[in-house]
């Protein structure tokens, strides 16, 4: 937990004239000519410390950080789960961190085998064959699927197919990379279970649609029941299946896609398969596809011709998608996750994730609504319905789970739920950790009743307060 410290102040003003943290040996280098007089600055505010005092001023900075190393971090949609150290040290070896993307082909043979073996993983996980592991980033991965669609209906002749339809429990980013791809976006509704309303796609679906864009498991955390009535809806209407598989979490060795009648997605290699993220990076969301849509992938791919491993750009490729490569280094940690798991190890992940998110549901749902009560995937959304009706919302419940030492849930998403906490424990987790996170969540609602301000006020522990969020955006003060 960390300590409030009000006394915290800048390097700078810890400077004494005279102290030094570490003295150069003397130079090696032959003395050279100063440049011009007037381009030196002679006076340069350095902080004068000693070796001590930066050690802990830069420890106690880091330790301001919240981070799944420190603590339960149950972010739903982001699945913050346990990222294996080994995968960090292989993709530290020198060979993979000291390679250059405009190396030879010959001497970066190791490296493309790599990618190619991903390709094929990634490709047996979704029963998607077709792989391209440029995109950067979960939303890169839609858009390029989106510029597949378009490519393919386009080489049909079919140009007026230019039509998404998205269900209302979908990813914030699926309606923003459809309307970036020049796709016009149609939202079909969620019925009283969550479930896409069928009617109502039967109502707005028509030769138009080039794509029906669906996150799956929903961002409700359930498993669509009628995805496979709904794929074939689509698929008799000339559309395309674009399933979000950001979160293969709940999927791994249980489903694949494919078999669901998808044709296109993506899989956000930070989240399902370990690289340590949060704050902005780094990422990686390679798009798979069917067969028949493979030429039009982004480049590069990986491939073996005659015992080489070379990268390729397919026959009617979207194009780059990114610089090189994609993000190599996330590219080895998937890898050597999903090799040291093997494919009764993954099918453990999934089902240890959805055991878990339904463990904390049983839990809690006396004390904080569900949107509806069904088995989970790999996340649960409550709703603090309960608690806003006494005037705390959950914004304030999210506040107030920091000062617990607990990364507050993700909030008001899925926006079809009132006062959403969405909660995804992962499969790391102990059952002691769960049962503490459900501890405070019931201490939590009784401080609702006993003494809501303590709530409202929260957090009361941390280094920063409750910020004017706006504010804050805006005008960040990064200094103290
Ligand atoms: C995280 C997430 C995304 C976006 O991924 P980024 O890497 O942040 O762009 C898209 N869809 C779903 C379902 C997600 O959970």
Same mark, same amino acid.
Do not use: W
């Given at each position: ?218 961002? $409700?955390?359930?498993? %669509?029941?009628? #995805?496979? +009535? =709904? ?6 209407? !000339?559309? *395309? &299946?674009? /399933? ?66 070379? $990268?390729?750009?397919? %026959?009617?490729? #979207?194009? +780059? =998608? ?6 190599? !280094?996330? *590219? &080895?940690? /998937? ?66 789970? $920091? ?78």
């Amino acid at each position: 937990m960390i300590k409030n410290n009000r006394d915290r102040i800048l390097l700078m003003d810890r400077s004494k004239a005279g102290r030094k943290a570490f003295a150069f040996p003397s130079s090696d280098v032959p003395k050279q000519k100063l440049p011009d007089k007037q381009i030196i600055r002679t006076k340069i505010s350095l902080p004068e410390v000693s070796q001590l005092e930066i050690i802990r001023y830069f420890t106690n900075l880091s330790r301001l950080n919240f981070s799944i190393d420190t603590n339960f971090y149950p972010l739903g949609s982001c699945t913050m789960k346990y990222n294996p150290k080994i995968n960090d040290e292989i993709a530290s070896f020198s060979g993979f961190q000291n390679i250059h993307p405009l190396q030879t082909t010959e001497t970066a043979q190791g490296a493309i085998k790599l990618m190619r073996l991903l390709q094929e993983f990634l490709g047996e996980i979704t029963g998607l064959k077709g792989v391209s592991l440029a995109p950067l980033a979960g939303a890169q991965g839609e858009y390029s699927g989106l510029l597949i669609a378009r490519r393919f209906h386009s080489s049909k002749n079919n140009n007026h197919k230019n039509i998404a339809i998205i269900p209302d429990s979908a990813h914030g980013t699926n309606p923003a990379s459809a309307a970036m791809a020049g796709l016009e976006v149609r939202t079909v509704k969620s019925d009283n279970n969550g479930n896409v309303d069928l009617t109502d796609l039967e109502k707005i679906i028509d030769e138009k649609i080039a794509v029906f864009m669906i996150t799956i498991p929903s961002t $409700l955390g359930l498993f %669509e029941p009628n #995805i496979l +009535k =709904i794929t074939e809806i689509v698929h008799k209407y !000339g559309g *395309l &299946v674009y /399933a979000d598989g950001a979160n293969l979490n709940a999927l791994l060795g249980l489903i694949k896609l494919y078999d669901l009648g998808v044709d296109i997605c993506h899989s956000n290699l930070h989240k399902t398969f370990s690289t340590p993220h949060g704050g902005g990076g780094p990422g990686s969301g390679p798009v798979m596809v069917i067969k028949e849509l493979s030429e039009f992938l982004p480049s590069p791919v990986a491939r073996i011709h005659k015992n080489f491993y070379e $990268l390729f750009t397919p %026959e009617n490729s #979207i194009g +780059k =998608i990114s610089s090189f490569h994609g993000s190599f !280094g996330i *590219l &080895v940690r /998937a890898y050597s996750y999903i090799k040291s798991l093997g494919s009764q190890g993954l099918k453990n992940v999934s089902k240890n994730a959805i055991i878990n998110a339904n463990y904390l549901q049983s839990q809690l749902k006396k004390n904080y609504s569900l949107y509806s009560d069904r088995y989970c995937m790999h996340e649960t959304v409550l709703s603090a319905t309960k608690q806003k009706n006494k005037g705390v919302s959950g914004l304030d419940i999210a506040k107030r789970l $920091l000062d617990y030492g607990i990364h507050a849930p993700t909030m008001y998403f899925p926006q079809i739920v009132d006062e959403a906490l969405m909660i995804e424990p992962t499969e790391s987790e102990s059952k002691e950790t769960m049962d503490n996170f459900i501890d405070v969540m019931k201490k939590i609602d009784l401080e609702i009743n006993n003494n809501p301000e303590i709530v409202t006020t929260s957090p009361h522990s941390l280094p920063v307060k409750r910020l004017d969020e706006a504010k804050a955006a805006r005008n960040p003060i990064l200094t103290r």
